[in-house]
């Protein structure tokens, strides 16, 4: 039987067989193969983004509000029950079949009347599975391990099995035709197939280790037991009705300079790692089609997809010595640098602009890979600063997603637009295509990294902060282990 961190990685391999294809392929499919309007399309894309806006908070907000309407700063006896754990394990286990059933809505027609329809629906489902299944496998890393240790060991099998899964976008891109998708459809409905068979598996392994483990792990451990101390050190918290909660923990995040900072700087990376997934195929296939094979177009494109889940093994070993704040850093810098110098290169040559193209989305992929460090640093700012009986990381992951989100929706949207300024129609490829892409190529990245750069510049809680932040938490655990 798979080890508890090899299923919770695998897990993730089964989200990413799925979630990589629909990235690439879902814009190019309803505007280039059902021809949907692009005024319907704008209009669901709207549509969406408010959806999509909203569904991560709700996720988070319906696992973590009793730890908010609660009051008491006392700890419980158990650090996370048994029941909780479970119940994560079985939303894996019903959502990730559900979100493969929605993941194939995408590459089947409802016919040339209801393209706007298809499309909302589509997206919908995808995206509310989707959030369904992160929530409950971002929360389940916390729940299953304890330590610092244990969480970067899962991190890690969760970085190696996502890059298997990333290899289905060589057999997406090799399959992958406009006037017949057939083939493709079939492959699609394999991957959804192996990723619902998956998730179950995955889901009872996980299950199996909770009922074997858990109760001998923590539920009788006494480190996990209120000696009273606990009250001597935080006050003690009106309880608090749901409504009255939900404004009191909105004011305090958006209160909070780091996480506003963060959050700005999250938007802009969810846009540009958007972007960059929704128009790859199309910058492949109009910059370097005439000097690539069909082969080396799908080495490069899923070499985009696999290398940033290696490249997160090298860079969370530089965050351990650097921390995650220089590492962003130094990425953002790159990712400014680079299209400048592509700019004054030129699009004509092919060698460079290959590797350009490669490394936009590399590094690009590589910084949001980084961000959940980040955001667990807010969740230990938080739980402090605003005296959590415990910590609420579903909810903060969920209301850093939520402001996000946006980013996923605009991409598309925003690319189009530009190209349309350029002089091209990306739906229709007519207009000065290969100009307008490149253009729009060097520009979104600058324009992305200023932004972020003058962002990240205001966060603070990094070195000596972080580390007293880290120490004191410490020296609480501390005392609870008397």
């Keep these: 039987m798979l080890s508890k961190s090899a299923a919770y990685g695998a897990s ?10 629909f990235l690439l392929y879902h814009v190019d499919m309803f505007t280039g193969v059902f021809r949907i309007s692009q005024e319907s399309f704008w209009w669901c894309e709207m549509i969406f983004m408010v959806y999509n806006c909203v569904n991560d908070f709700v ?7 009793d730890v908010l309407t609660s009051g008491s700063a006392a700890r419980s006896t158990e650090r996370v029950s048994t029941a909780t754990i479970l119940r994560r394990v079985r939303s894996l286990r019903i959502g990730g079949p559900l979100l493969a059933a929605a993941f194939m809505t995408f ?6 009347s209801l393209q706007a329809a298809h499309f909302l629906v589509s997206l919908l489902l995808y995206d509310g599975f989707l959030t369904y299944v992160d929530v409950n496998h971002s929360a389940l890393l916390a729940d299953l391990a304890a330590t610092e240790a244990e969480r970067a060991h899962m991190s890690m099998y969760n970085s190696i099995y996502s890059t298997i899964g990333s290899l289905s976008v060589f057999g997406s891109f090799v399959l992958w035709d406009r006037s017949d998708t057939s083939s493709f459809a079939l492959f699609c409905l394999v991957l959804a197939v192996a990723s619902a068979v998956g998730f179950l598996v995955c889901a009872e392994i996980l299950r199996g280790h909770c009922d074997s483990s858990k109760k001998s792990d923590w539920a009788d451990d006494d480190k996990f037991k209120d000696d009273g101390s606990h009250n001597q050190l935080l006050p003690k918290l009106p309880k608090l009705s749901a409504a009255r909660s939900f404004i009191v923990f909105l004011q305090q995040v958006f209160s909070n300079r780091n996480f506003m ?4 700087l999250h938007l802009v990376q969810v846009f540009h790692c958007h972007f960059n997934s929704n128009f790859f195929p199309l910058l492949l296939t109009s910059l370097l089609g005439q000097s690539l094979s069909p082969f080396s177009q799908s080495l490069l494109l899923g070499l985009s997809f696999v290398l940033p889940h290696l490249n997160n093994v090298y860079f969370s070993s530089l965050v351990e010595s650097k921390g995650s704040y220089v590492v962003i850093r130094g990425l953002l810098v790159v990712k400014l640098l680079l299209p400048i110098i592509m700019y004054l290169v030129g699009s004509q040559n092919v060698p460079l602009l290959c590797i350009f193209i490669a490394c936009n989305r590399i590094f690009t992929e590589g910084t949001c890979k980084l961000l959940h460090l980040v955001t667990s640093d807010l969740v230990d700012e938080d739980y402090v600063k605003n005296h959590r009986s415990q910590s609420v990381s579903a909810l903060i992951f969920g209301t850093a997603a939520m402001l996000s989100k946006p980013g996923q929706t605009l991409a598309p949207v925003v690319g189009s637009w530009i190209a349309l300024q350029l002089g091209a129609d990306v739906a229709t490829r007519e207009g000065p295509l290969r100009e307008a892409l490149f253009l729009m190529l060097v520009i979104v990245p600058i324009v992305c990294a200023a932004i972020q750069l003058v962002a990240w510049s205001m966060f603070s809680l990094h070195g000596k902060r972080l580390e007293n932040l880290q120490r004191f938490l410490q020296e609480r655990q501390g005392t609870h282990d008397v």
Aim: aromatic share 18%; no cysteine; glycine share 12%.
């Design 107 to 112: 590459w089947v027609g409802w016919g040339s």
């Design 12 to 21: 993730s391999m089964f989200k990413s067989l799925l979630h990589n294809v």
């Design 261 to 264: 900072a963060f959050s700005v």
């Design 59 to 65: 996720a988070g907000w319906a696992s973590d509000v």
